[in-house]
């Protein structure tokens, strides 16, 4: 079966860095869509950003220029690469497997401090 596993959330002050990583098992991670998701308390799950199995990414417009996302093949890894953090990027981060359906992992934290 499909498994999603984050890691890489924690505590970071305002304009810090963080790098996710999210690692997936139980399918062909060459031919997958892969996308990262943010939800903020008390608010809806958001989509952050995309990449294609071709590596072609999108971005939502609140993290262009300072979030990348990008992945390795070889080890079934996509990466969100978060800059210049905002205390509006605190939230759980998820990264799934795009499609019908579309799989998710346990997510982590990510916390923006001001």
């Known amino acids: 079966q499909v498994q999603l596993v984050e890691s890489g959330g924690g505590l970071v002050q305002a304009g810090g860095s963080l790098r996710l990583s999210c690692v997936a098992s139980?399918?062909?991670?060459?031919?997958?869509?892969m996308g990262w998701y943010r939800q903020a308390p008390g608010k809806q799950r958001e989509l952050v950003a995309t990449?294609?199995?071709?590596?072609?990414?999108v971005y939502a417009d609140s993290v262009k220029g300072r979030f990348t996302i990008s992945r390795d093949n070889a080890k079934n890894t996509v990466y969100l690469q978060l800059n210049s953090l905002k205390p509006e990027g605190t939230g759980v981060y998820s990264c799934?497997?795009?499609?019908?359906?579309?799989?998710w992992g346990q997510g982590t934290q990510v916390t923006v401090s001001s």
């Open positions: 799934a497997k795009e499609g019908f359906p579309r799989y």
């Open positions: 139980g399918m062909i991670f060459r031919l997958s869509t």
């Open positions: 990449i294609t199995s071709g590596g072609s990414p």
